[in-house]
């Protein structure tokens, strides 16, 4: 899956973290911000876009915006090296034993980026086997653990994660950065002699991102090319539904017309009506019976009968008692004849002469198309969310689906049933569901209201939602706002080991059951701005998010 892009990517990052080591907090001037000290007054919400450059607008010569480029490095965790052995993809059905990480609250997906810090003995242990085993070097497994009571459960489907890039500390502990690879299935779990634990796991095959079959679709020729023949070759279709474009001007209104029988003229407009009727007319209209029309052949759309509709407001700029004396019913038809012909000259027809080739109807084919879902969620993605952009993968659907499944910002459990979902057309169908309906963010454990979709901030490249580790070794998962409600904070804001250099943290909790749900991270230089932002924890948002 695009290596080269991968290592081009990753390669871009040594650099930029290289480059920390020399200079100071990198930040983009840009003016479209006020400096001022009270966050009401600054507008955020123009904050999360990919385009960092400078702008017209409010904010000072001497003012500074956060670049989101510097989270996603996760330089917290100093300089890392690139491991030497790395391993090809697996193919599906493929059975591995490798060391597991078991992670509270957090969900890896095929392509998201994944920090780790270890400090116990056994997890130190498995990392060495990890970077040293021949089956699949430099990986190891995560899989989700959540809590049932006081009963710790684990989840029957994780992603392999590959390190990429490592620290080895005075203290013998590990930074590592890892990037998920392949789902699997767990299919059984054991603990190592040297106490970390491992399992045996079986790669997840994949499916191929479906489209709409080429063929499944056709238009309807003429009736009167059809006389003669057997029943069979009478249902044929003319022009697959691939060359519809190709053939626009060929398969027009006019030509397709031509080619009709009166009486399939008389039918096809009566279809017409019928259509314009149903999706038109109320209760309360005059319905036209157009059955008179067909009797004498014409169409009630043509030139004769608008012209017959022009000769007699005519007449009565010549006659004014001429209006007087036609009945409501005249007019009424007269009315609906107009609207017809405004109905057909404004709607693309040829949508009514599609008949399937196959069972089911079009509609149905393109709920499963994974092409044009991509393309759905994609768009969805841009007007919710906006970065970062994923345009560049609609023609990969698979990759699509995963990415947006892992910066998706909702609850761990709704993004572990991402994961454990077969089938590309089958997530993404969930996902711009999600992208549809997300609106609040509660608190899992009271379900007070602490955010809303209006107030998201992405302060990271990889997107409104991501992991990063604090320095006990604890992953937490975090979506960003830059407004939250009902939450109180306890202690004093603390500069060292922040996710987002040049800000401090502080603890938040639920103001209502006072469970910890992330952090407010404020800025320690007055001129940089979001001068404050709100991390909340993925594993506490509640699974509504209506």
Request: proline share 8%; aromatic share 16%.
């Given at each position: 899956m695009d290596e080269e892009r991968i290592r081009e990517r990753?390669?871009?990052?040594?650099?930029?973290?290289?480059?920390?080591?020399?200079?100071e907090l990198q930040v983009e001037e840009v003016d479209y911000l006020h400096d001022s000290d009270s966050d009401d007054d600054v507008d955020l919400s123009?904050?999360?876009?990919?385009s960092h450059a400078q702008a017209s607008g409010n904010l000072g010569d001497d003012e500074l915006i956060f670049n989101p480029a510097l989270s996603s490095l996760h330089t917290y965790l100093g300089e890392v090296e690139d491991t030497p052995n790395r391993i090809a993809y697996a193919d599906g059905g493929t059975v591995l034993k490798i060391p597991l990480f078991y992670l509270e609250g957090v969900v890896l997906f095929p392509e998201a980026t994944l920090p780790l810090r270890i400090i116990q003995a056994s997890f130190l242990a498995a990392v060495e086997k990890a970077l040293n085993q021949t089956n699949a070097p430099s990986t190891i497994g995560v899989i989700r653990v959540y809590r049932e009571g006081a009963q710790l459960k684990y989840a029957s489907v994780g992603t392999t994660a590959e390190i990429r890039q490592f620290r080895r500390l005075g203290d013998g502990s590990f930074n590592v950065i890892t990037r998920g690879q392949q789902r699997f299935r767990l299919v059984r779990r054991w603990t190592d002699i040297e106490g970390f634990p491992c399992g045996e796991l079986q790669i997840v095959e994949e499916d191929v991102p479906l489209r709409t079959p080429r063929d499944a679709f056709g238009k309807l020729v003429p009736l009167s090319k059809l006389q003669g023949r057997s029943p069979l070759s009478a249902m044929t279709l003319s022009t697959p539904l691939k060359d519809m474009d190709a053939q626009s001007v060929a398969n027009s209104e006019e030509s397709f017309e031509s080619a009709l029988s009166p009486s399939e003229k008389r039918l096809h407009y009566s279809v017409v009506d019928s259509i314009f009727y149903n999706s038109a007319s109320s209760e309360d209209d005059l319905v036209?019976?157009?059955?008179?029309?067909?009797?004498?052949?014409?169409?009630?759309?043509?030139?004769?009968?608008?012209?017959?509709l022009a000769s007699d407001h005519d007449d009565e700029k010549e006659d004014g008692q001429s209006s007087i004396s036609k009945t409501p019913v005249s007019q009424e038809i007269c009315q609906k004849q107009n609207r017809l012909a405004n109905f057909r000259g404004n709607t693309d027809l040829s949508r009514f002469r599609m008949a399937?080739?196959?069972?089911?109807?079009?509609?149905?084919y393109r709920m499963y198309d994974s092409y044009y879902l991509a393309q759905r969620a994609a768009d969805l993605w841009k007007q919710i969310v906006g970065v970062p952009n994923?345009?560049?993968?609609?023609?990969?659907?698979?990759?699509?689906?995963?990415?947006?499944?892992?910066?998706?910002?909702?609850?761990e459990s709704i993004r572990q049933e991402l994961l454990e979902l077969n089938g590309v057309s089958y997530r993404l169908q969930r996902e711009i569901e999600l992208l549809e309906s997300f609106d609040r963010v509660r608190c899992k454990h009271c379900q007070t209201v602490i955010a809303r979709r209006k107030d998201m901030l992405v302060m990271s490249n990889e997107g409104p939602l991501g992991a990063y580790v604090n320095p006990h070794g604890y992953v937490h998962e975090i979506m960003t706002f830059y407004k939250a409600n009902d939450i109180a904070l306890t202690g004093r804001p603390v500069e060292k080991d922040s996710w987002f250099p040049g800000y401090a943290w502080t603890i938040a909790n639920c103001a209502t059951c006072e469970?910890?749900?992330?952090?407010?991270?404020?800025?320690?230089?007055?001129?940089?701005?979001?001068?404050?932002?709100?991390a909340v924890r993925g594993s506490q948002v509640a699974d509504d998010m209506c």
């Open positions: 990753e390669r871009l990052q040594i650099e930029q973290i290289r480059e920390l080591d020399f200079e123009a904050f999360p876009f990919s036209v019976n157009t059955s008179d029309m067909q009797s004498s052949g014409s169409n009630p759309y043509s030139s004769r009968s608008i012209g017959c399937p080739r196959a069972f089911w109807p079009f509609w149905l994923m345009e560049a993968f609609v023609n990969k659907p698979d990759i699509l689906s995963f990415s947006i499944a892992s910066k998706i910002p909702v609850s469970t910890q749900l992330g952090w407010l991270f404020t800025a320690t230089n007055k001129k940089l701005k979001p001068s404050s932002f709100w």
